[in-house]
């Protein structure tokens, strides 16, 4: 999902840049070829790193508010103004696009990634659900009992948000792996209906 061009350098220097005079060009300090530049930037990063999405936010808030300001400048050029304002107008759908991608990140994605990860459990903190988020990290290369001890007993320092009935079997048996599996499975479903839900929400284009 490219960028539309009409958010792109190219496409700014000919028909937004070309509508101004050799003077306007020459008192104009580019802020907006520059946000332009920094929102490529941030698009492209992200296209493989999506937890890095308030970069693209406030590269697309640079843009309106650069757009605004050289529309400001130059109300007298009919023909500059008419194109900031189409690119102020089609910002709403910039903006949708770059949601739409964050739409697709997935949990995979983030625990395969040591700064994804990092980014998701800062934000499960904040978000008082990190201790499914850290169980689910952990769970394949953690000592059962330690297991057990860090995530199932009551009392325990990272208590999962569960049922004793649930907790229950793994207390009784740590190497129980149906039971283990049951709850690696609704943990999972857990974090990702809820926590990977409002973390997506937290990172969304908003401008």
């Known amino acids: 999902m490219a960028i539309t061009p009409i958010f792109t350098e190219a496409d700014w220097k000919k028909n937004g840049m ?16 520059e946000a332009l530049q920094d929102y490529a930037c941030a698009d492209k990063m992200i296209c493989a790193q999506l ?5 693209r936010t406030q590269a697309l808030k640079q843009i309106k508010a650069t757009l605004v300001e050289a529309a400001g400048n130059y109300k007298t050029n009919k023909e500059f103004v008419a194109h900031v304002s189409k690119m102020l107008i089609a910002l709403p759908a910039e903006k949708n696009r770059a949601n739409n991608l964050l739409a697709t990140l997935t949990l995979t994605q983030i625990y395969a990634n040591a700064k994804g990860y990092q980014a998701f459990l800062e934000f499960a903190k904040k ?19 330690d297991l057990v001890n860090t995530f199932f007993r009551d009392g ?52």
């Open 18 to 33: 070309s509508r101004l005079s050799d003077a306007e060009r020459r008192a104009n300090k580019q802020k907006v070829t």
């Open 51 to 55: 937890w890095e999405n308030p970069s």
């Open 127 to 145: 978000d008082h659900s990190s201790d499914g988020v850290e169980f689910l990290r952990v769970w394949p290369n953690m000592n059962r009992n």
């Open 156 to 207: 325990a320092p990272k208590l999962l948000n569960l049922a004793l009935p649930m907790r229950a079997p793994m207390i009784k048996e740590p190497r129980d792996t149906s039971a283990l599996n049951q709850v690696v499975k609704k943990v999972g479903i857990e974090v990702s209906a809820d926590t990977l839900k409002r973390f997506k929400s937290s990172l969304a284009a908003n401008c």
